[in-house]
Every structure is written in C-alpha cells, then in structure tokens.
C-alpha cells in the first residue's frame, strides 16, 4: 500500500479522516490545534501560534516540555535497553527508580509494582487489596470511595469513581462501592461518623481516595486532618487504605506527596502522570510489606496474576529516574515554593477586591478559582466551553472544571508567564 506523511497544512484534515481523540465530543468544538514543538511551559502551533500550558497538559509535566534532561536520558537507555519483559526478567533503571521511589514515598512503603498509566496504577491498587482478603481467606467485600472521585477509566478505576454522565453508559457493569460525602468544611463530623458507621459493619475491606485535593471533580481540596482521623479508624479496623496520588504526586501539593501531611500513612499509594516528567506514560502502585505478605505463599494460586506487556519498560524508568534528579534538586523546590507564594498572593487579591468568584483555593502549586455563575458546579456547567476557548484564543491552555479554573503549572514556569494567566483570569471575574 502507497503512504506518505501528510504536508503540515493537511494534517488537520488527515487528523479529521482518521484520528479519534479523547474527552472529546465529536459535534460543536472547534478542531484540535497541530503541536509542532515544545519547550518550557510552551506549546507551538503549525500555524504559528505560542500557547502558554498552565495545566501540565493533563497534569503530566514537571520540570517543562521536552526538558533536554530527560530527553538525553531517554535517548540514551533507548540506544542500550529499550524494553524487556518484566517477569523472570529485571533490569537496572526500574530497580534503581524503586529504591529511589521508596527513599522518598511515606516510611511504610515497602514494594513497588509497575504499571502503565494512572488508571491502571489504581486498577492494580484495588486487585492488590481485593486479594490480600482473599488469600487470607477473609470476606470483606465492600470498598468504600468518596462523592465526586475520580480514579480512571478503566471498568474498576470507574467503579469507584462518581457515577456521573461520564460513566452512565458502563453503570450497570460497575462493581458496587460505597460513597461518602465529600467532606468539606460543614459536614466534616457527619461525614466522619458514616464512614465509621459503614465500617462498623466489617464488611469493608478498603478505603481509595485522593488524597487532599479531588482533581478532576474541580481540584476540591478537604481536610489533611481529617483524612487522617479517617486512615487511623479504617485501619484499626482492617481496612485496606489507599492513596490515589496520580495527580498529587511528585511535588503539587507542596510536598512530595500529599500523604506526607498525615501522621497515618495509606497502606498502597498509586502514583503516574508526574512520575516521569510528562514525558512517557508510567504507573506505579506502591504497598506495605504487610500487603505482599498474604502473597507471599508456596500456593501458587496466591500469585498476584496481574502485569502489562510494557510493565516497568526501561526507557520510562530512565525518564522517571531523570525527572526525580531534577525533582529532587534544590532549584525545583524553590520554583514550587515561589509558585506557591505566587498563587498564595494572587488568591489573596480576588479574595480582598469584589470579583465574580465564589471559593479560591491554593494548595502547593495548585490554584483554583470558582467562578461565580448560578448553576452547579459540574463539568458540563456551561461555562466550560466559553472559558476553555476565551483562554485558548488568549494563548493560554487551560481547561476548567466546570465552572473551576485552575492552575496546574509546570515547575519551570516564570512569575512573568504566570502572570499572563492571573491576568486571564482576572478578566474574567472582572
Ligand atoms: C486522581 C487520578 N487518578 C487516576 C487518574 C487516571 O490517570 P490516567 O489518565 O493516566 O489513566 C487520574 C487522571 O486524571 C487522576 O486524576
């Protein structure tokens, strides 16, 4: 068969023929806009356009596009150890990333599992779980989420994830899970008591949550103390606690990762999109020893029988383990701590000045700004695809919530270019 890549200006086109993109309704958008070239917080356009990416394009990079670390590191392990099966097989950069990964994650954490990308890294978390109880031949079923959550798509990701029109074509393949509400700053004592309430009935075996900030419900963040008091109950009781740090980790919040501000630390965290810098897709699902213990069996049928064709594939490693040089050096904790100041002043201006806004939030280097506009808060709020294109044709890429705009930015990003999407912002609840 004849084929040849199709000239610049006929991408588009080609893209419309034969590309399905995600997240995206196929009536009523405009058509996505060609990338040529990346660096930085940058994004340029075939048709000459810079886009500013104040959302780490899906929150996935760190230290800025094409950062020539990690692309060098890639290269590199490409030429040399470019992807081995990972059963009966190992190899230096996804050993080497383990032992870093368990240097920096919560003291507890004793193992590291690979996998592919966010959804499968909270798939394998619960499967973990599921068969801790069923190798120690204990039935407690139940797993209880909260309101508003998202863990991927996947079909067990989904069924712990908020049932909305999202997901209302997959609701009668989902498995059943429990909700709570989310706790915000009224409910707190309500909220607590029915999550004591439904473990009273000890049939609940685990508890996934993310941990101090919903992502994609509007980057809703809720009490540290809080979540605390709930991970010290469930595991007094034998519940299974687990930290869906996919978008937490590696620096958002502050922190290296959102649960180092408890005191009770989950017993598995999963872990993706910043892992390796945004620059390959990576998932992680780290547990206890204890976890692995009910594994640990002459009984092959206590295997954990779960892996990806691509588990721990060495090239993404070596990316992982570049970004965390970068992550871990002395320069980036002082970009996330300016980020922070920045949004803390920002955030502290629409408080004071009288500004369409109903709720401003920062936590780490996330901001989020509620707009005020009646109607709830949902991803399907009106407001979405006019804010979305307001920004875009302002050069700027951000995708809100909603009606929740918000700042996710790479580390690398400048006060000036940060104050290009304050200043987009503020035009908007002007
Ligand atoms: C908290 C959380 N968990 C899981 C996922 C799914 O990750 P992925 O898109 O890599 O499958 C996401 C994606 O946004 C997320 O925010």
Redesign the pocket.
């Known amino acids: 068969m004849n084929w040849t890549a199709p000239v610049a200006e006929q991408v588009l086109q080609a893209d419309a023929q034969a590309v399905w993109h995600p997240f995206t309704p196929l009536y009523g958008l405009r058509p996505p806009l060609e990338v040529v070239r990346t660096e930085g917080a940058w994004l340029y356009t075939a048709d000459g356009r810079q886009i500013l990416d104040a959302i780490s394009s ?3 990079n760190l230290h800025g596009h094409s950062h020539p670390y990690i692309a060098q590191a890639i290269s590199e392990q490409a030429a040399s150890l470019a992807h081995v099966i990972f059963a009966g097989f190992t190899h230096q950069p996804a050993v080497t990333l383990a032992e870093r990964l368990l240097r920096i994650l919560p003291p507890n954490m004793a193992k590291i599992f690979y996998s ?7 798939e394998v978390a619960m499967k973990m779980a599921f068969q801790y109880f069923y190798n120690l031949e204990i039935y407690k079923p139940k797993i209880i989420a909260i309101d508003g ?6 079909f067990g ?1 989904m069924s712990v994830g908020d049932r909305s029109p999202f997901n209302a074509p997959f609701q009668p393949y989902l498995f059943e899970a429990v909700f709570i509400p989310f706790p915000d700053q009224t409910n707190q004592e309500k909220v607590f008591q029915e999550f004591a309430d439904i473990i009273a009935t000890g049939q609940v075996g685990a508890f996934i949550f ?1 941990p101090l900030v ?3 419900s509007g980057m809703r963040m809720y009490s540290a103390s809080l979540l605390d008091k709930m991970i010290a109950h469930a595991q007094q009781h034998g519940v299974i606690c687990i930290a ?5 980790g590696f620096g958002r919040t502050g922190k290296l990762f959102a649960s180092l501000y408890l005191h009770h630390y989950p017993d598995i965290i ?1 872990l ?2 910043g892992i390796t810098g945004g620059f390959l ?1 990576l ?1 992680v699902t780290a547990c206890t020893q204890r976890i692995q213990n009910a594994y640990r069996s002459p009984e092959l049928m206590k295997t954990f029988f779960h892996g990806h064709s691509y588990t721990a594939n060495p090239i993404a490693c070596a990316a992982a383990n570049a970004s965390l040089d970068l992550l871990l050096s002395q320069q980036c904790s002082s970009a996330i701590a300016r980020i922070n100041h920045s949004h803390l002043q920002f955030a502290a201006k629409l408080q004071q000045g009288s500004y369409a806004v109903r709720n401003v939030r920062v936590l780490g280097t996330i901001l989020a700004v509620e707009i005020d506009r009646s109607g709830e808060t949902s991803y399907f709020h009106e407001a979405r695809n006019n804010l979305y294109y307001h920004f875009l044709d302002k050069n700027l890429l951000m995708r809100p919530l909603g009606n929740v705009v918000y700042i996710l930015p790479p580390y690398c990003i400048t006060n000036q270019e940060l104050a290009l999407a304050y200043q987009a912002i503020l035009e908007i609840v002007e």
């Open positions: 899906w929150w996935v592919d990308n966010g959804s499968t890294a909270t959550a998202y863990h991927g798509d996947t990701a993310e919903q992502g994609a869906d740090e996919v978008m937490t999963c993706s999109k897709p998932g």
